[in-house]
């Protein structure tokens, strides 16, 4: 992966395995250094970034974090399967036995 950080196993696994359970489609995308998780990598602390607000086209991306961002051009589709997603990855982590 990108930006130097190598992703982290268990984070990895279970969204994997969450996606796979729920048919959600995730992919894996370089880790750089303009994402939330960053900041949290950087301090020691295990995290993942689940990209929901793109269309699949990409075509509102250049919105991203910009005045122009509106909810209207949001992908709420992708949010619903991302929110899903990110909870069900919560849980699966949350009851393995360390």
């Known amino acids: 992966e990108g930006g130097g950080f190598k992703p982290n196993k268990h984070l990895q696994e279970s ?3 969450m996606a796979d359970k729920l048919g959600i489609n995730y992919e894996h995308l370089p880790r750089n250094d303009r994402t939330d998780a960053h900041a949290f990598e950087k301090a020691g602390y295990p995290a993942i970034t689940f990209l929901w607000a793109w269309k699949n086209d990409m075509s509102n991306r250049p919105h991203y974090h910009d005045v122009t ?6 992908n709420y589709d992708n949010l619903n399967d991302s929110t899903k997603l990110a909870l069900a990855t919560v849980w699966d982590l949350s009851n393995k036995k360390v």
Request: hydrophobic share 35%.
């Open 15 to 17: 969204a994997d395995k």
């Open 69 to 74: 961002d509106r909810p209207e051009i949001a």
